[in-house]
Structures are given as structure tokens and as C-alpha cells.
């Protein structure tokens, strides 16, 4: 885990506290309560079971996850929205090396679909039974297993050279190439 | 593959990677059959910069420059919601006038941006006297905010712990005139797109998102408020000054086209009056909180971005850098909603339905213009699309 996660019990108050409660033994560790943003540490092999107790939450919506390269694996973090008492919980899941998996949400939740597929295509963590594992942010030329948002990935020197530039074989340019 | 009309062949119809409404870089694929869209595939990023990447290497400081370029019309949103999350985690308290001065910039953001995609909405939708009309009401306010912020784009305004920049009493007069002064063009442009039969029956019913797939793909701003959802960060988790001055949420109950341009017209009022309200209230003072170092530790932040709600996290560990920070603009969850909106809906109507979440990729990268290699002739112009949206609104003006 990273070095700034306290160590001593976060006492569960307000609104954000309730909401944490109710997750009930999914969560390991509070990292954060505080009127408008929790923090909380689940169980990675129980991340579905946390999403429909998120979801069942009135009012409550995915806003968006976020993946980090951590030393043990990829930290996947579940933004979620709560309105109108304008509260963001966000649940940190961790998926742990060597195999980077873990339960894909998008099957219940459409608004993960895209944001699963964004951190397997940078990060390169693997979502189980996700519906649709196509590439979204990477180009088709990209390599397979360079993962652009890794922190042993440097952004001048690890770059990939770009593809040839190709032109559709249907088309025949029309007088011939102009300057 | 389910079969659904008369001869049963599904065609896929490929829009892109231009879209069909703006000079930007995506690629819808409809499958359709016959005129009837039965379902949409997008692909995104290709004009993907790395800005998060980039920003790992990039000073606390710096990063808001950066992150201003996201986006060339929420230039302002972007750094907010960065500097927020950067706030959250170092617990500053924000001197009253710089929260002041980040609302008013904020909110002539949303009236230009909101002007802007009314003048094009009406562009595509074959009435260019809207086009050209909100435009011009749209320049007063491009000027105030050089006023503001010494850019038309790109403002360079918010820092973490205040803004960079202060105005004096005779530019914030300035600002308030052109709240005062917007208000009547604003009104006949409402009610000029509202009495419109033609317009009624352009967009009534159109592209309709429901409630629970507003809610169940995340969607926020004009998007959701048109679908009867009455969520605002802005009320929500109050940020500025938004708690300090009296606007309301706008919020339509049908999910169409036509609600969300409703939606975001009557916005344009509440942000004019926003506006004036800021400057009749703002007092002398600091504006900067003189913040010397960020913690460890994690923060969110999210703004009302003229689209929806923009989000960031930011990571720190007690360096000058951040471990990681994460982006995600509103049309990243606004446009999978396409999947939901567009499925029944005839072609020309999926040009203004895309439109409607006045979807915002990397927006910087505007001039980005796809040609042939060796020929330089464009391979695809988004024209043929908008020719036939605009010929089904004059087919329409005609049987009226």
C-alpha cells in the first residue's frame, strides 16, 4: 500500500459515514470521513458486491474510476457520486500482481464500461468478464503489453515509432501527389 | 444478429473519424436498418495527448497550465476542479474575493460556451440567423474575459490557494454591464428558439434519454438536467461562491433534444445573473492563500463544466509532483448515453442527437483535418451529414 495511508481508526460520521457503514465487512480500511469525501479500502475479490450496494444508494451515480501504478499491483479507485448531498465516496480496490485482475463492474453499471476499458488499454489491468474489451484509447498500432501509463513507462524514450502512413488501396489519388 | 424491418439487412453506416458536427476527431459506426439506427459503436481518442501522463512530471504549479489546454472552451473548469482536488488534499482556506473572481470566470465560461453550442446547434440544424446571432451576443462576453483574465482562451486565472490575477472596479463594472446587456438578446433568443413550430417538431421527441439511463451511464450537466435529473455541483457540493448567490437548477422533464437545448438557453439567464450578483457582491481583499507545500495525501474535485461535471483526482506523496493525476471531462461519460438516445432514431436525426451533449474530445486540437497522404484531399467532410440534417428541417418548414 502506499506510504500516506494512516494507520489509526477513522471515526465514520455524517452522511459519508452512513454510506460507509452500509458497505459493511467489504471494507478493510477508512482512510478518509469527512462531510463531503470518504475514503475506504475494500476487498478486491468483492468489488461487484460493492458496486449494487453503491448503486443501491438513492441518488447515487459512478462518476469515474482511476487507476494507479502502485508497487503491489494496480489500485483501482471507484468514484462515486452522491447527489443531492454533494458527497464523493471513493472505494480503493487493489488488484494485485502478478495476474492485475479483477471483477469488472460494467455488466451492472454501463457508466464503468468505459473507464475499465481506458485502464486496461494504459494501465493494463485485467477486468474480468468485462462485456466489451476492445481498445478505446489506444491506437490499433500500438504495441501489445506497453502500457503508456505506468510509472517504468517513459513518455520520450519507451514511445513506440509510429506506423507508416497508409493509404485506403480503393482509393486512387487524383492527379498524382501535390505539393 | 436480431432482425427487426422489412427485408431484414443491417448496414453499417461509418461516421468519422470526423464527427458529424464538429471539426473533431471520433468514429461512430450506426448499424443500421433501413433510415432506423439500431445501434451505435463510438471510437475515441484519437487525438489522446497523454495530459495525465504529462502532468506526473509536471510541478503542482505548473500542472494547471497544462490542464487548461484539456479544453479550449472549458479552459476554466478544468484548472478549478484540479486545483480543488489539490485544495482538498492541503486543506487551504481560499481568500472570499479570489472565490469570487473563479465564479464570475466560470460562469461567463458556461454563457460562451452555452452561446456557442446554441449558434451551432442552429447551424446544423439549417438556421444560420441563429448561428449568426448567437455569435455576435457571444463576443461581448469573449471580451469581458479578456477583461477578467487577460485571455480570450486559455486564462491562466486559478492557482492553487487563489487566482493569479486581480481586477480592478472600473473592469468589474465592465462584467456587470454585459450581464445587464445580455439579458434581453438572451430572452429574444429563448423565446425565438422556443415559439418555433418548425423547431417543435425538429426536435420534440427526438433522442430521447430516459431518466435511469441518464443515472445508470453516469451522464451529468445540460445532459442529465434534460432528462429530468436535477443534479448540480454547483448546489450539489457548493465550490466559489455558488452558495452565496441565488440562482436555481434548470431542469427539463423529457430527456429530448429539444429540453436540452432548453436547458441550456435558460442557463445562459441564471449564469448572466450569477454574474451580476458576484459583482454587486465582491469586496476588496486578498486574493491569494500563499499555499508553501502539499502533503501527502488524496484529494477530489469536481466543477460544473459548461458539459457536466468535471472530475480529478490528484494523488500526492509529499514531493512537489503529483503521483498521479486523474482526468475525466464530462463527455466521457455523456457520450456512451448515445447508446441509449440514438437506437430507433432515423439518420438525419442522429446528426443533432450527437450534437445535443455538445460533445467535447481534445477540444485544443480543432484544426485537426484528416487527408489523404500523397493527394492531400480530404478523405470524408462532415458536410454531407449536416446537408442532410439541414434539408430534412427545410423538408419540414415547407409541409408546415
Redesign the interface.
Known sequence: MSIMEPKTQVPLKGFVGEVIESLGELVIEVHRCEARRGFVRIDPARVKESAQKMWAVEGSRLATCTGIDVRDGIDVLYHWAIEPQGVVVTLKALAARPSLEIDSIANDIPAANWIEREMHDLLGANFRNHPDMRRLILDDSWPEGVYPLRKDFDQVLDRPPLPENQTPPDIEPEGGPTS | MKKTNGNGKRTIVNLGPFHPLQEEAEFYQLYVEGETVVDVDV???YN?R?I???DE?KTFDQVPFVVERVCGICSASHPLAYIQAVE?IAHVEVPERALYLRTIVNELERLHSHLLWVGLAGHFLGYNTVFMWAWKYREPVMDVLETATGSRVNYANCKIGGVRRDVTDEQLQQIGKVADEIMAPLEMLTMAVLDDPVLHARLKGVGILSEEDA????A?GPTARGSNR??D?R????YAMYDRVDWDVICEPNGDVHDKAVVRLKECTEAAKIIRQCVDQIEPGEIDAKVESIP?????G?VEAPRG?T?H?V????TNRP??H?V?APS??NI?TF?ASCIGEQIPDVAITLASVDPCYSCTERACIVA??????P?YTFSDLVKLSQLKTERMRKEW
Open positions: 471510437r475515441i481518442s489522446h497523454g495525465e501522463k504529462l512530471s482538498d443515472r445508470a451511464y453516469g451529468s436535477p443534479i455541483v448546489r450539489d457540493d457548493p501527502p495525501g488524496e484529494g477530489c469536481h461535471e472530475f483526482y494523488r500526492s506523496d509529499g503521483v498521479r486523474k475525466r466521457f461519460n456512451p447508446k489523404d497522404a500523397s493527394s492531400k484531399k478523405l
